[in-house]
């Protein structure tokens, strides 16, 4: 008698980890500017500014400290800082970019997370029926019973503390280190980069900060959230930029210039004398 025909089955998509930070690389301000101005408050950058020349917080970490130490902003309670996520604008088609990478790409499939020093009840507000809260690990406060105000941190996503995150998500979800996408824009996302960078992970830089876009593996500047699937079409499925048209035109999106640029920074100073040659060429 022969044997039934046994059903070829389909491979299994390749999991991986998409995780990204907040403040203006999917908005286009900062959490804390945003919360300053609702407050009436001024000199917030200064305030930054000064924290990050003494080194005394995280690089990222400076709204978080300011809410419990500066006076200023001792009056800030939760309610304030879900009022200053539902006045912070959004790039273009996060909702679209979050359902592609859910949705899943030629056999890949993206665990869409983001991972931000900015409060968590801010990137909640702001990501309201965009991204699930659970997918969001923002600064996490400890608040008073009785009055509001903020205790204590439990826990500020900011420089190392992004990459604690991140490995903590990569364990839950079983991940390996060479399926991790980190998408950032400043400084404060440099040791996650690194980290990324060290296990062969993939990173890119959304703005041309010039601490970040050397580290990344690569950089796209645009204001539509469905750019940082580019360089993920290209470099992690392979596919050509007329694939990449006709996939993203039919989900309704239309790239209109796509310029690829090379640049080299330098600073250039004049010599001195004892340094300035004769005029003459030097031959080898």
């Keep these: 008698m022969a044997k039934p025909l046994e059903l070829e089955q389909a491979p299994k998509a390749r999991e991986y980890l998409f995780a990204s930070d907040f403040d203006q690389t999917l908005s286009f301000n900062d959490s804390g500017i945003i919360l300053s101005e609702l407050l009436g408050l001024q000199g917030f950058q200064e305030k930054v500014s000064g924290l ?3 080194n005394l ?3 990222g970490g400076e709204l978080a400290y300011l809410l419990l130490h500066d ?4 009056c800030v309670r939760r309610e304030h800082l879900t009022q200053a996520g539902k006045r912070i604008r959004l790039k ?11 949705q899943g790409i030629d056999g890949h ?3 869409f997370y983001v991972i931000s020093a900015a409060p968590e009840e801010v990137i909640q507000a702001a990501l309201d029926n965009i991204v699930p809260p659970d997918h969001i690990f923002g600064t996490r406060f400890r608040y008073d019973e009785h009055s509001g ?3 204590s941190i439990i826990r500020v ?9 991140l490995d903590e998500l990569q364990s839950k979800l079983q991940i390996s280190h060479d399926r991790v996408v980190y998408v950032g824009d400043g400084s404060s996302d440099v040791h996650v980069m690194l980290h990324v960078n060290r296990r062969d992970g993939f ?3 959304v703005s041309e900060n010039a601490l970040i876009a050397p580290i990344a593996r690569r950089a796209i500047l645009s204001d539509d959230t469905v750019s940082v699937l580019i360089p993920i079409l290209e470099e992690i499925v392979g596919w050509d930029p007329s694939h990449i048209r006709k996939f993203l035109e039919f989900r309704g999106v239309i790239i209109q210039e796509w310029d690829k640029v090379r640049t080299d920074r330098l600073t250039i100073r004049q010599g001195t004398e004892e340094t300035a040659g004769n005029g003459e060429v030097p031959v080898a």
Excluded: C, M, W
């Design 57 to 59: 917080v995280q690089q």
């Design 92 to 102: 273009k088609n996060i909702g679209l970019l979050s359902e592609i990478l859910d």
């Design 157 to 165: 996503s900011a420089g190392y503390g992004k990459v604690a995150v």
């Design 109 to 111: 499939r993206f665990h």
């Design 52 to 54: 990050s020349r003494i």
């Design 71 to 74: 006076p200023q902003y001792r």
């Design 203 to 205: 990173t890119i830089a």
């Design 149 to 151: 105000e903020i205790q």
